[in-house]
């Protein structure tokens, strides 16, 4: 099967999303199988994980991804070099009858580092361990994990070469945007009919789970404008807005309520660019302190008012 990837702008709930639909996935699963392994192996005790989550580490290399996969289940992995660790993954994925498992923030990779190169390659190989790969982060399109970006030195910026094949642990594998399915994850929006029933409906969840004795149904309308529709910003205020309603003693959160609580304005993704701070990125093998230095500029020296000198610079020793 093959994977996915699941992209977005930050705040927009695509890991609450992917987590919540693994989670009933596994409640699912389990009961299918009257919560035991069916490929458990006699005489084991591997604890049955029909989902596993792991964050991409933010030094990422491909013994750390590994780590990272294994600390999940916890095996000891002391001393290990990276084909055995890579061999202990797949003989824990395939013991713990992991049928999915979740790649969070993989936009922490940049395809100008050779390690994070590596990391991709890994990453696809582990598609032949029969799971089910879900990669999440933001603006992956963006990032050229869906195929390896180039430094174009003459144009300064990164170009996408054509397709081509490469070979990783011996297995012969495509590129990545032939092996993932890229699901978009946008804010909600209030334009169509449909656009509106989809909010409402998340809306009307919401207030099944708010335990206020005056709970006030709708001002979708308000909502929308807000919070611009963005999930993450829509979930922190109400949450802030219930907060209040009890401390207040209101037990009801009312545009009055909510007009009390400050809340940034969203930058919609059309708007990122130069003049929201966005930065072009640095050429590789330059540092972003390389970049920021002016010619002939002489670097500032740190700030050294905090610092202890010692016991003996203050005469507290003979």
């Known amino acids: 099967m093959p994977g996915i990837m699941v992209s977005g702008w ?3 709930g695509k890991t609450a999303t992917v987590c919540s639909i693994a989670a009933a996935f596994e409640d699912m699963w389990l009961d299918l199988h009257s919560r035991l392994n069916p490929s458990s192996i006699a005489g084991t005790w591997d604890l049955h994980a029909p989902v596993a989550y792991i964050a991409t580490p933010i030094t990422a290399k491909p013994k750390s991804l590994c780590e990272a996969i294994l600390t999940f289940f916890g095996p000891d992995r002391r001393n290990m070099t990276l084909p055995q660790l890579i061999q202990q993954v797949a003989d824990s994925l395939r013991d713990h009858g992991v049928k999915v498992l979740i790649i969070d923030d993989v936009n922490r990779l ?6 994070d190169q590596d990391v991709l390659d890994l990453v ?8 089910t790969l879900i990669l999440t982060g933001v603006n992956i399109p963006g990032t050229g994990l869906l195929r390896e970006a180039i430094w174009d030195r003459t144009k300064r910026h990164w170009v996408l070469p054509q397709l081509e094949t490469t070979r990783v642990h011996g297995l012969e594998v495509t590129q990545t945007e032939r092996r993932f399915e890229l699901v978009e994850l946008d804010r909600f929006r209030y334009d169509t009919p449909a656009d509106m029933q989809v909010f409402l409906n998340h809306l009307r969840g919401i207030e099944v789970h ?24 829509l979930g922190r205020r109400l949450a802030d807005g219930a907060q209040a309603a009890m401390d207040s003693g209101r037990e009801r959160i009312d545009e009055n309520l909510l007009d ?8 919609p993704a059309d708007e990122i660019g130069p003049s929201t701070g966005a930065s072009a990125p640095a050429e590789p093998g330059t540092t972003k302190e390389d970049s920021s230095k002016k010619p002939g500029g002489r670097r500032p020296g740190r700030n050294t008012t905090f610092d202890d000198a010692g016991p003996r610079a203050a005469g507290l020793c003979g």
């Open 210 to 233: 708010l335990r206020l004795a005056k709970a006030k149904k709708g001002m979708p309308e308000y909502l929308m404008r807000r919070t611009d529709g963005v999930l993450g910003t």
């Open 10 to 12: 930050g705040n927009h």
């Open 110 to 115: 940049r395809m100008h580092r050779a390690d």
């Open 260 to 267: 009390e609580i400050v809340i940034g304005r969203h930058v």
């Open 124 to 131: 696809r190989a582990l598609m032949g361990f029969n799971v």
